[in-house]
């Protein structure tokens, strides 16, 4: 079985940083992508970064590009370093891997995404 466990959420005052991780397990890790999404109460889930098996780029929600760097790992682990935080930022974030082996293009809507972890809490103080 497939699991997604997060870690790394917390309260920061506005500029701060807080650095996410996110362990998987039951299949190998390092020929799936991997992806970052938040989701803020009332609003749609949304893309944040994602980063393929290969790990040889990254990709971003305009957003957060410049502050957020996405990485991986070779064993099972894939992390979302924040910085330069805004309260904007407030809002659960999950992982999710893509269900397709050594696949390379970049996917963001939700709905591709069909493993996924349980989500970490980020709240930013202004």
């Known amino acids: 079985q497939v699991q997604l466990v997060e870690s790394g959420g917390g309260l920061v005052q506005a500029g701060g940083s807080l650095r996410l991780s996110c362990v998987a397990s039951g299949r190998p890790f390092s020929v799936y992508s991997m992806s970052w999404f938040r989701q803020a109460p009332g609003k749609e889930r949304e893309f944040v970064a994602s980063m393929p098996w290969d790990g040889r780029s990254t990709v971003y929600g305009d957003s957060v590009k410049g502050r957020f760097t996405i990485s991986r790992d070779n064993a099972n682990t894939v992390a979302l370093q924040m910085n330069s935080l805004k309260s904007e930022d407030t809002a659960v974030y999950y992982c999710?891997?893509?269900?397709?082996?050594?696949?390379?293009?970049?996917?963001?809507?939700?709905?591709?995404?069909?493993?996924w972890g349980q989500g970490t809490q980020v709240t930013v103080s202004s």
């Open positions: 999710a891997q893509y269900g397709t082996a050594y696949y390379y293009t970049t996917r963001r809507r939700p709905s591709d995404y069909n493993v």
